[in-house]
């Protein structure tokens, strides 16, 4: 998909964009407010997808940069005003804050535009499975108990971003698609793939301790479904790497769709039902 082909004022109305119905979209890591955030990639997202509930699962603004240095695009305003648009038209939307946007954990159980902020939500899907949703940060240990080492980190990661920046533009004009290389890094690192296999296990012993039939969380920035000694487990990914959403059909099945391709095409991955 390439950037410039996207059109930069936001769809009024679902009808007109012809978009997809979901009974549930999820959708985290957007760190509105970088460099990094692929803010014209999700409204493209949000005008062709509607659905009965949105679900903002962590690290929707991002905090931690705004803070270090402003910036603050149109586009991320009109992400801003799509989603409260939405939530104005009937979309039932549920904001579960994560790290990068904590200051948004002193208004928990308060609305804001429609918008609800919650420490954690529960999805009953059409089948009856109770899912639990959280951003997932409480179960990094490095943000728990190390917070300076999460904040050197993601200055690095941001040096990363950039790089990875020039490197799709230049993919763009040879005509190639998106691809991540601060993705691609992580996964090639061994302690990186360990914490995320550590992660992803301590989020489901979670949920299978609070009663739930599975999780779906975000943070580590990979989209993800699959099942860990018989709990459902679900990442929907990131705005800044993977470009991804997870979504349940109105026929009940989880889906992880990556928007990646020419204008409203999607890609569809990582299928589990169970």
């Not at 903002?56 to 240095?69: A, E, H, M």
Request: glycine share 8%.
């Amino acid at each position: 998909m390439n950037v410039r082909d996207l059109p930069t004022e936001v769809a009024e109305d679902s009808e007109e964009s012809g978009a997809s119905r979901y009974r549930a979209i999820w959708i985290s890591d957007l760190h509105l407010g970088t460099a990094g955030c692929k803010a014209e990639y999700l409204l493209d997202f949000l005008r062709h997808n509607e659905s009965d509930v949105l679900y903002l699962v962590g690290d929707i603004i991002d905090g931690w940069q705004l803070r270090k240095s402003w910036y603050w695009h149109q586009s991320h305003n009109d992400v801003v005003q799509k989603v409260l648009r939405k939530a104005r038209k009937g979309t039932h939307v549920v904001f579960v804050p994560g790290n990068h946007d904590e200051f948004a954990r002193q208004f928990l159980d308060m609305a804001f535009g429609d918008i609800r902020v919650q420490e954690d939500a529960e999805h009953v899907m059409l089948d009856g499975r109770r899912l639990w949703v959280t951003h997932g940060d409480q179960f990094d240990g490095v943000i728990q108990h190390a917070k300076w080492l999460a904040y050197l980190g993601d200055t690095l990661y941001e040096f990363v971003l950039r790089v990875n920046h020039w490197f799709n533009r230049a993919r763009s004009r040879m005509g190639l698609r998106y691809w991540s290389l601060s993705q691609y890094l992580k996964l090639k690192v061994k302690n990186a793939v360990s914490f995320i296999s550590d992660f992803e296990r301590a989020l489901a012993d979670e949920a299978r301790r609070r009663g739930y039939d599975g999780v779906v969380c975000g943070h580590i920035h990979k989209a993800e479904i699959r099942e860990i000694d018989g709990l459902l487990y679900c990442n929907d990914g990131d705005w800044v790497e993977s470009l991804s959403a997870l979504v349940e059909t109105t026929s009940g099945e989880l889906r992880v769709l990556v928007w990646d391709e020419i204008r409203g095409a999607v890609s569809t991955r990582s299928v589990v039902m169970v």
